[in-house]
């Protein structure tokens, strides 16, 4: 049962409560939780401000009291009102008067705590007997739950052995801070937790000095108006500039006024960090503003620059000096798009004029917000506020110089002389009417009812100009909610263009205007084509939402260069416009580095599924393909995607591919205008006909990620997941090898299903009720290095059912028994180069490796244990199952294996049984000679291997005499190991003791004695089958005894020394003496070469 709560601060808390509990009235408390009679309860608070703030559910221990002073009943007991102190609003970030709903619930009991100490005295207090017997009795006190919560202060109630001052026991109590608890993030400390305590103060004072170096660090081209504040004070002779006749007759005051200043900018979503409270205006006068032409600056920052808080400046971009020719980025600037004449009256200026762009700087405090990088010299603006000032310029990822300098109003009257001091109260003249026209979205209807946003946006006076675009939160709207094929949405900003500004007079230009409801007539036209700012406000930062995702950086990046030049003003002199065929296999991120390099560009993004576009008919299909290009160019400036191309003018009922549809497609690309970018996203290229690919001018291929970009993808992937102390997500990224994005998140999500189930599992054995489950879930599962792995069996066993999965098997040396010197030799091949990689660049490299000897020596767990032990991904083949009866399609698959391995780096590829493979050619009996081609692909992707360095092949046969002989050529495998059998004893014992490891044996058991009545012509498969034998012995003596009632199933299989003689009766060698000899004249053969 849930109830709204509504928080109230009081003026005076109850000393003897700790300062981050809560109060409630009895009578309202037990109106809303009837089954509640605990003078103490445990409620769990969420509310939207704390999902804002990144923050999950917080348990409360919440102490029932009697109506009295500061807590007294407004009469109303539908909403719940928890009473709180200031310290608990500072401390959660929350403020008076929030609204939340609270849940009662029974917290669950912790296994165990870790409390780090940020003081030399908590610590020595935390490690006293007044803690631990204070805590072992509120422990052991029914009706009084002990909550921690990981990441927080510990909040332990007052008893009287923690100490004589409540006030200092709660002051230690704030300086410890809970590291750790499992097996859920926040719970109760009970008699049976384990406590840990440890002293976190390096940590502490390394971020201090971390965070402090940071702020420390400043920009050397930054130059600000206080670095020349000396030198014209010099040059003034006087303590102020203003006051000095001198100076002012002179023209340094106008130096002063022209002087400009370059500051380093970031574009960040500005309003969501508005509206969670992460950005904090220093003057709470400043709390109705323009956040779109406002430059957030910080107190140490508008000290340097000279300048006043809410002033207004003129900001332009800073040009580099190779940067010489003035460009264009209007998407409606370009003759295709209808643009009227730039001398027409109320129309935007040509293209070399200049506009002047103006912004307000504010002061505000960013220590709230983490996610931004904090630097001396950075100021913070909104994407909207940097596509008008740059002129619609790409978005950059990091910081970008702009030029500020002081704005003074232009007065016509000749003669009028302006004091020094009206910058710091000038401000745009307010506009008189403002036309503007809807901005053509995909996202919203143009013509929606837009009129309560619009008037509750101008409200506040906003700064509009000729030519700017207004981005308009429609939060809080339900009339622009807007039905599509993709059910209700609704986009979080609509875009409007501004046509005309008029101001109060004939004689005022186009500059800058401020409009509000109550100065402007505001007059809607139609709708209009214009790029529109990459909208960020109601999404939390991302892999999925951000402008440079990890591991796809580089696909962005190339997508931008390609297409930026096509929205230039000079893409009217190109002949054709831009088409990209985006290359990668399902769940690499194409969709997402699209997105992305739309919202860099400030574009449109219409997106089609080709499988809606098939038809029974190619007349059809073809009216769906012109309805999908004409809605692309309505909405132009836009990239059109098409994913999965490959299923148009796919054959129908055996027949060849559809070339009606096929022409059709192809011409209506050629034929798409400069502002429509055609990407076509396809999974496998050579599924394309010749025709469509040519149409396509750019090709972007999507590599499988490397090491170190699948660990940044799984950085950003887990952010707000609560991980364990023990995930290595390093380790994690050298283990997923292979994976896409796609597989990335699936892992997570997999991990955090094994995570939940885990703590269902120990917390619940016989079940859980759906209640107790979301309570469970609310209060936090901690996902740790056990659940990964588990998902990552998972998900490695669901892929196994293609052929050659790549996977990092489990095969330890202890489990390989002897062979030592055939250990020494594996390793010097493969686990050398990957170690002393130099050695690569002087030719000391071996690509392959053929281990021949007798079957069942244990050439396939030899290779298993090498990938294990250097950490490489595994890949193994068997010969027959790359042969197809199509032709093509078995050479087809030995390139798919080398692909995969490449793709997989670091990878051994395993072929067992290379003999069946790659025969003598000129020598089978197939009568399509299927085997010498499959020869010549195995050689030719061999030879390739030189280029990728993290590739090894190994290759096992019995018969090394059937193999081809140019594979044993050197740069193939051109190393050869004998895997023989273990003729001594010694080895014998070793092989014993590795398979037995695993195995309970009787201690009276003698492992010598056995090897010693075995035979001398024993391979490791046949001590294994030994074993086997002993095992199904003991099994059988087992039923035998739980059937007579002398045992019980319950007790431990154990293999006694009867059961090793029962077996060793039936042992018999698989190697005869004779095949035994044939190998060694094979080894010595293959020696002399």
């Known amino acids: ?446 013509h929606g009812p837009f009129d309560s946003i619009l008037c509750e946006h101008f409200t506040i006076p906003r700064l509009v100009q000729l030519g700017g675009v207004l981005g308009i939160p429609s939060e809080g709207h339900p009339e622009v909610l807007e039905s599509n094929s993709e059910g209700i949405t609704r986009w979080p900003v609509v875009y409007f263009k501004v046509k005309k500004v008029c101001g109060s007079t004939e004689e005022e230009d186009q500059g800058p205007y401020l409009a509000d409801t109550v100065h402007t007539s505001l007059y809607m036209g139609g709708s209009t084509n214009s790029l529109a700012p990459c909208s960020l406000v109601g999404e939390e930062p991302s892999l999925w939402t951000s402008l440079s995702p990890p591991g796809l950086s580089s696909t962005v990046d190339q997508f931008s260069t390609i297409i930026q ?82 299923l148009l003018g796919q054959p129908r009922d055996g027949a060849e591919e559809d070339a009606r549809v096929i022409a059709a497609l192809c011409q209506f690309i050629a034929q798409a205008p400069a502002s429509v970018v055609v990407v076509a996203a396809v999974s496998k290229p050579r599924e394309l006909s010749s025709d469509v690919m040519a149409a396509f001018i750019h090709q972007v291929s999507i590599e499988s990620p490397s090491e170190e970009q699948r660990r940044a993808m799984l950085a950003s992937l887990s952010e707000g997941m609560p991980l364990g102390r023990d995930v290595n997500l390093a380790r994690l990224a050298k283990h997923t090898a292979g994976f896409l994005l796609g597989d990335l998140s699936a892992l997570l999500t997999q991990a955090g299903k094994s995570a939940h189930a885990r703590i269902l599992q120990s917390c619940f054995p016989e079940g859980a009720s759906v209640q107790e489950e979301e309570d469970l879930c609310a209060c936090g599962v901690t996902v740790l290095a056990q659940d990964f792995t588990n998902a990552l069996e998972t998900l490695q066993d669901a892929h196994s059912q293609a052929i050659g999965a790549p996977k990092i098997p489990s095969v330890r040396w202890q489990d390989v028994g002897g062979l030592q010197q055939v250990k020494r030799e594996i390793l010097d091949t493969v686990q050398l180069p990957l170690e002393r990689p130099e050695l690569l660049s002087l030719g000391l490299r071996r690509a392959g490796l053929l281990l021949y000897g007798p079957p069942g020596t244990g050439k396939t767990l030899l290779a298993k244990a090498v990938a294990t032990e250097c950490s490489m991904t595994f890949l193994s083949v068997k010969g027959p199952e790359l042969i197809n009866m199509y032709v093509g399609q078995s050479e087809e698959n030995v390139r798919e294996v080398f692909s995969k391995a490449r793709a997989a780096a670091p990878c051994i590829i395993f072929f067992d049984e290379l003999d069946s493979l790659a025969p003598n050619r000129g020598r089978s009996g197939d009568s399509g000679g299927v085997m010498d081609r499959v020869v010549s692909q195995l050689l030719a992707e061999l030879d390739g291997l030189h280029s990728s360095g993290d590739v090894f092949v190994i290759g096992a046969t019995n018969r090394p005499d059937l193999l081809d002989q140019s594979l044993l050529r050197p740069g193939r495998f051109d190393k050869l190991v004998y895997v023989g059998i273990n003729e001594d004893k010694e080895s014998q014992l070793q092989v014993l003791k590795a398979i037995v490891r695993k195995f309970k044996v009787d201690p009276s058991v003698s492992l010598q004695d056995i090897v010693e009545r075995c035979p001398p012509q024993l391979t490791g498969a046949d001590i294994y089958a030994l074993c086997s034998d002993a095992m199904m012995s003991a099994i059988k003596r087992k039923v035998a005894r739980v059937t007579d009632g002398l045992d019980t199933e319950d007790t431990p299989l154990i293999l006694s020394a009867e059961d090793f003689n029962q077996a060793l009766d039936c042992l018999k060698p698989s190697v005869s003496e004779q095949e035994l000899l044939k190998y060694k004249l094979i080894q010595q053969k293959l020696t002399a070469k």
């Open 1 to 446: 049962m849930a109830a709204q709560v509504e928080l109230s601060c009081l003026d005076t808390f109850p000393t003897h409560l700790n300062p981050l509990h809560v109060l409630v009235i009895k009578s309202q408390f037990r109106y809303a939780f009837p089954s509640c009679n605990e003078p103490t309860s445990t409620l769990l608070f969420t509310s939207r401000k704390l999902q804002t703030l990144g923050k999950t559910a917080v348990l409360l221990c919440a102490h029932s009291t009697e109506e009295a002073s500061g807590c007294g009943s407004d009469g109303n007991d539908t909403t719940l009102k928890l009473y709180t102190s200031k310290i608990f609003l500072k401390h959660y970030g929350l403020q008076d008067d929030i609204r939340g709903v609270v849940r009662s619930l029974s917290p669950f009991s912790l296994r165990k705590v870790v409390i780090g100490a940020r003081t030399r005295q908590s610590f020595k207090w935390a490690n006293s007997e007044k803690f631990s017997n204070g805590l072992l009795v509120l422990a052991s006190c029914q009706g009084q739950p002990l909550l921690a919560r990981q990441g927080d202060s510990l909040s332990l109630p007052y008893h009287p052995l923690l100490g004589d001052d409540i006030s200092q026991v709660q002051h230690s109590l704030f300086d410890l801070v809970v590291l750790e608890c499992t097996p859920i993030t926040q719970g109760m400390i009970t008699i049976n937790t384990t406590v840990v305590v440890t002293d976190c103060r390096d940590i502490a004072q390394h971020g201090a000095l971390e965070t402090s170096n940071a702020l420390a660090t400043r920009n050397l081209t930054s130059l600000f108006v206080s670095d020349f504040a000396h030198y014209a004070n010099s040059l003034g002779g006087g303590s102020s500039l203003l006051d000095n006749r001198q100076v002012l007759d002179s023209n340094l005051s106008a130096f002063l006024q022209a002087l400009e200043c370059r500051l380093d900018v970031r574009i960040v979503d500005i309003r969501r960090l508005y509206r969670q409270g992460r950005i904090v205006l220093v003057d709470k006068r400043d709390a109705k503003i323009d956040l779109d032409s406002t430059v957030f600056v910080s107190k140490q920052l508008l000290l340097k620059l000279g300048l006043f808080n809410r002033e207004w400046v003129v900001v332009s971009r800073f040009n580099c000096s190779s940067d010489m020719t003035k460009t264009s980025y209007r998407g409606e600037s370009h003759p295709s798009l209808g643009q009227a004449d730039d001398n027409a009256p109320g129309k935007e200026p040509s293209k070399g004029t200049e506009m002047v762009h103006l912004g307000s700087v504010v002061v505000a405090d960013f220590s709230k917000c983490a996610e931004l990088d904090l630097q001396d010299n950075v100021g913070f603006i909104s994407p909207t506020h940097w596509f008008n000032l740059s002129n619609g310029e790409p978005v950059p990822v990091s910081s970008r110089a702009v030029k500020i300098k002081r704005w003074n109003r232009v007065v016509s009257q000749s003669g009028l002389q302006l004091s020094e001091s009206l910058s710091r109260s000038a401000s745009p003249l307010l506009a008189k009417e403002l036309h503007i026209d809807a901005v053509i979205s995909p996202e919203y209807s143009s």
């Open 565 to 646: 030049p096509h929205m230039n003003e000079s893409s009217a002199a190109l002949m054709s416009g831009c088409t990209i065929l985006l290359l990668g296999p399902s769940g690499s991120g194409k969709f997402t580095s699209v997105r992305a390099a739309c919202r860099r560009l400030h574009l449109h993004l219409v997106k089609v599924d080709c499988v809606t576009l098939c038809a029974d008919t190619a007349a059809s299909c073809e009216a769906k393909m012109k309805s999908v290009f004409q809605r692309a160019e309505a909405h132009r400036p836009c990239i059109l995607l098409l994913r999965n191309l490959q």
